[in-house]
Nanobody, 115 residues
Framework: QVQLVESGGGLVQPGGSLRLSCVATGIIFRLHVMAWYRQAPGKQREWVANIGSGGSTNVADSVKGRFTISRDNAKNTMYLQMNSLKAEDTAVYYC?????????WGQGTQVTVSS
């Protein structure tokens, strides 16, 4: 059974930083592409970043230069380091992977950027 559990969200002031974590179980983590998505109130879920099994990364233009995706295969964990946060980064952040042609999602972690 694939399970993804996010943590690390919270309330932060503009310009601040947070690090999100996603722990994956039920898959051979090191073999899987992992991704972060986010959904702001009233908006569609959008892709933020992904990281391949070999560590190659892609990041959305809206967060490029501010967010960094990484993974620790020994801990079955993916991270999203978010710096220089803006109000428009406020959203629920979700961890995602695909296994046997099915998309799996975590429960999400809320990130609120506000003064």
């Amino acid at each position: 059974q694939v399970q993804l559990v996010e943590s690390g969200g919270g309330l932060v002031q503009p310009g601040g930083s947070l690090r999100l974590s996603c722990v994956a179980t039920g898959i051979i983590f090191r073999l899987h592409v992992m991704a972060w998505y986010r959904q702001a109130p009233g908006k569609q879920r959008e892709w933020v970043a992904n990281i391949g099994s070999g560590g190659s990364t892609n990041v959305a233009d809206s967060v490029k230069g501010r967010f960094t995706i990484s993974r620790d295969n020994a801990k079955n964990t993916m991270y999203l380091q978010m710096n220089s946060l803006k109000a428009e980064d406020t959203a629920v952040y979700y961890c995602n992977t695909n296994f046997r042609r099915l998309d799996y999602w975590g429960q999400g972690t809320q990130v609120t950027v506000s003064s």
